[in-house]
């Protein structure tokens, strides 16, 4: 629900930090006893699902700065901006985050910045980071865009893909809180375009992760043309002013080799898009992933996957007769965002696309396998449309059973007032935040004071990286300061109950594409993904919000093998591992 009239959250202050309870002995609880989630104090406390977001980046020792080489010539590539994943890089139960840096864009033969890895040392007074770049063998010193991350060769880890303007890259993770840079191997380093979003997922059911690469425009600082708007005053290029870059899909052949399968995929039959943003799901209920490209200014790409013949991958673009290649009035848009959920709870899974301002933001509902573009109907059109948002997700902001909508907003083109005032970046908007009426509606609600911070925000993942149950955002900011979005909105004394899980096949395998629901509701179910959003990864683990319900609930697994198991009763308001094989442990 949104908030109370005359309701307040400033002033506000911590007044404690509540210990996460082990339990659950047959089950590893992946929050350790220690890691403490501060209680929030409101002093005229949040109601039940009343939310807050409050960044905590500064404090908690996230200092990064995005650079994104501007000179005053007004280059493409400089309002793209960057992306950051929230991952469990040395498996102590804890999230940590990577965050993907930019640089000069010219002389980029003298020393450049690098990525930055933050390792989570929280112990019960909050959110605590440590930088660990250089101890962790992270030396990504490209101009970076996205990334993308997936347990490549089945150790039980997860890797790193980093997508960028230029050539890209492949960290391996040791598993021993080190990165080695196995690009050269890879054959995933080449050739040198500009890449954007990535999805790690696996097309072909032989049991490795595969890669599917988004890449935008044939620009270069050669390329570079002056472009202006209709008063003549220079600004940067709409995309059209330069030809896109064709996608590339690689197949996992093991021991960290991939081979590029765009052709014989048939994902080269499709005139390039531009590609900024990049989900896997099944689309059409067929049991084979299926993979949706958000394209900027030009038609979207369905790539529905279609019965391998022997070796050989097969998909077809069913963008246009599945309704999701143009909006409701047939006009393609400048897609950057996208997720898939079954956010309506019917069975099937619908899409979620951030534009352009003037545009609006488009929700598409699936009736089994075409859409209709219900952006008006559910609330989403108007409130979006003064807005350019890039990174976006679906989630239970307020854990109350129903799935919100976030996204980070950053425009492209001057904000004239911001110009007019001499600002040097005059991109900036505020992020927006929409609530689940439960009815398939959404009402754009204040987020707290984390949402009152103007800045060009491009990247946002998403994850529990307090392990309190709620989601917390890591947003990005092209030439800005990177944003923790902690969510305290289930601080309060009424809190919503919740169900956190981890799955695993055997000891180690991390298990993308798991799918997962909660028995008795047929249709509350997740997929076990990274991907989606803008050139950022996500938190692997599941999170159900359980409203004020907290009876220990089952939930009915089926994994990438076939196998399908039932785990529980579990109780709420706690992870629990979940291995394949284990249901009668």
């Given at each position: 629900?949104?908030?109370?009239?005359?309701?307040?959250?400033?002033?506000?202050?911590?007044?404690?930090?509540?210990?996460?309870?082990?339990?659950?002995?047959?089950?590893?609880?992946?929050?350790?006893?220690?890691?403490?989630?501060?209680?929030?104090?409101?002093?005229?406390?949040?109601?039940?699902?009343?939310?807050?977001?409050?960044?905590?980046?500064?404090?908690?020792?996230?200092?990064?700065?995005?650079?994104?080489?501007?000179?005053?010539?007004?280059?493409?590539?400089?309002?793209?901006?960057?992306?950051?994943?929230?991952?469990?890089?040395?498996?102590?139960?804890?999230?940590?985050?990577?965050?993907?840096?930019?640089?000069?864009?010219?002389?980029?033969?003298?020393?450049?910045?690098?990525?930055?890895?933050?390792?989570?040392?929280?112990?019960?007074?909050?959110?605590?980071?440590?930088?660990?770049?250089?101890?962790?063998?992270?030396?990504?010193?490209?101009?970076?865009?996205?990334?993308?991350?997936?347990?490549?060769?089945?150790?039980?880890?997860?890797?790193?893909?980093?997508?960028?303007?230029?050539?890209?890259?492949?960290?391996?993770?040791?598993?021993?809180?080190?990165?080695?840079?196995?690009?050269?191997?890879?054959?995933?380093?080449?050739?040198?375009?500009?890449?954007?979003?990535?999805?790690?997922?696996?097309?072909?059911?032989?049991?490795?992760?595969?890669?599917?690469?988004?890449?935008?425009?044939?620009?270069?600082?050669?390329?570079?043309?002056?472009?202006?708007?209709?008063?003549?005053?220079?600004?940067?290029?709409?995309?059209?002013?330069?030809?896109?870059?064709?996608?590339?899909?690689?197949?996992?052949?093991?021991?960290?080799?991939?081979?590029?399968?765009?052709?014989?995929?048939?994902?080269?039959?499709?005139?390039?898009?531009?590609?900024?943003?990049?989900?896997?799901?099944?689309?059409?209920?067929?049991?084979?992933?299926?993979?949706?490209?958000?394209?900027?200014?030009?038609?979207?790409?369905?790539?529905?996957?279609?019965?391998?013949?022997?070796?050989?991958?097969?998909?077809?673009?069913?963008?246009?007769?599945?309704?999701?290649?143009?909006?409701?009035?047939?006009?393609?848009?400048?897609?950057?965002?996208?997720?898939?959920?079954?956010?309506?709870?019917?069975?099937?899974?619908?899409?979620?696309?951030?534009?352009?301002?003037?545009?609006?933001?488009?929700?598409?509902?699936?009736?089994?396998?075409?859409?209709?573009?219900?952006?008006?109907?559910?609330?989403?059109?108007?409130?979006?449309?003064?807005?350019?948002?890039?990174?976006?997700?679906?989630?239970?902001?307020?854990?109350?059973?129903?799935?919100?909508?976030?996204?980070?907003?950053?425009?492209?083109?001057?904000?004239?007032?911001?110009?007019?005032?001499?600002?040097?970046?005059?991109?900036?908007?505020?992020?927006?935040?929409?609530?689940?009426?439960?009815?398939?509606?959404?009402?754009?609600?204040?987020?707290?004071?984390?949402?009152d911070l103007v800045e060009v925000s491009r990247g946002a993942a998403f994850g529990d990286l307090d392990n309190d149950g709620?989601?917390?955002?890591?947003?990005?900011?092209?030439?800005?300061?990177?944003?923790?979005?902690?969510?305290?909105?289930?601080?309060?004394?009424r809190q919503a109950a919740w169900l956190g899980l981890e799955l695993r096949a055997g000891h180690a395998k991390l298990t993308?594409?798991?799918?997962?629901?909660?028995?008795?509701?047929?249709?509350?179910?997740?997929?076990?993904?990274?991907?989606?959003?803008?050139?950022?990864?996500?938190?692997?683990?599941?999170?159900?919000?359980?409203?004020?319900?907290?009876?220990?609930?089952?939930?009915?697994?089926?994994?990438?093998?076939?196998?399908?198991?039932?785990?529980?009763?579990?109780?709420?308001?706690?992870?629990?591992?979940?291995?394949?094989?284990?249901?009668?442990?």
């Open positions: 629900m949104p908030l109370r009239p005359g309701a307040s959250f400033f002033g506000s202050s911590l007044t404690g930090c509540r210990v996460l309870q082990a339990g659950g002995a047959a089950k590893r609880l992946l929050a350790l006893a220690a890691f403490g989630a501060c209680a929030f104090d409101a002093g005229g406390e949040l109601t039940f699902g009343e939310l807050r977001f409050v960044d905590v980046a500064q404090p908690a020792g996230l200092e990064f700065t995005h650079r994104n080489g501007m000179t005053g010539k007004l280059w493409l590539a400089e309002i793209v901006g960057a992306g950051a994943a929230v991952f469990d890089f040395d498996g102590d139960g804890r999230l940590d985050v990577w965050l993907v840096q930019g640089g000069p864009l010219a002389n980029r033969a003298d020393e450049l910045p690098s990525d930055q890895l933050y390792r989570n040392v929280s112990a019960g007074d909050g959110l605590r980071f440590e930088n660990v770049t250089l101890q962790s063998g992270v030396e990504a010193n490209g101009y970076g865009m996205g990334m993308a991350t997936g347990d490549i060769d089945n150790d039980g880890d997860l890797d790193v893909f980093l997508a960028n303007f230029g050539t890209n890259q492949l960290f391996e993770n040791s598993g021993r809180g080190r990165f080695r840079d196995i690009t050269a191997k890879s054959g995933l380093g080449g050739p040198s375009e500009w890449s954007v979003s990535a999805s790690f997922a696996d097309f072909d059911n032989d049991g490795r992760l595969d890669l599917y690469v988004g890449n935008y425009l044939h620009f270069s600082l050669a390329n570079h043309k002056d472009c202006r708007d209709t008063a003549s005053r220079l600004g940067y290029c709409a995309p059209d002013a330069y030809h896109p870059v064709p996608d590339r899909l690689y197949r996992n052949l093991g021991k960290g080799r991939f081979a590029e399968i765009t052709a014989s995929s048939g994902i080269a039959t499709a005139a390039p898009g531009g590609a900024l943003g990049v989900v896997a799901e099944d689309f059409d209920g067929d049991g084979r992933l299926d993979i949706y490209v958000a394209n900027d200014g030009v038609a979207n790409h369905l790539w529905l996957h279609r019965a391998s013949e022997g070796n050989t991958l097969r998909f077809v673009n069913d963008a246009m007769l599945a309704g999701v290649a143009l909006n409701g009035n047939g006009a393609a848009e400048a897609s950057m965002g996208v997720d898939a959920e079954d956010f309506d709870q019917d069975c099937d899974v619908d899409l979620f696309l951030t534009h352009l301002g003037t545009e609006t933001n488009t929700l598409y509902i699936n009736h089994g396998g075409w859409f209709a573009d219900a952006s008006n109907r559910a609330g989403i059109a108007a409130s979006s449309g003064p807005y350019t948002g890039f990174g976006t997700a679906w989630f239970d902001a307020d854990n109350d059973g129903d799935l919100d909508l976030f996204s980070a907003n950053g425009a492209v083109r001057a904000v004239a007032a911001q110009r007019d005032a001499g600002a040097p970046y005059p991109l900036r908007e505020r992020n927006q935040i929409w609530l689940n009426d439960g009815r398939g509606r959404y009402r754009e609600a204040h987020g707290g004071p984390a949402f709620d989601t917390d955002i890591v947003v990005t900011n092209s030439n800005g300061p990177v944003r923790l979005y902690r969510n305290d909105s289930n601080a309060g004394s993308t594409g798991t799918l997962v629901q909660l028995e008795a509701d047929t249709c509350r179910r997740h997929r076990v993904a990274t991907d989606g959003s803008y050139a950022s990864a996500n938190d692997p683990r599941i999170v159900f919000g359980l409203g004020d319900n907290a009876t220990p609930r089952t939930v009915q697994v089926v994994w990438p093998s076939g196998v399908e198991e039932r785990f529980g009763p579990l109780a709420a308001n706690r992870y629990h591992l979940l291995r394949e094989g284990a249901a009668g442990d």
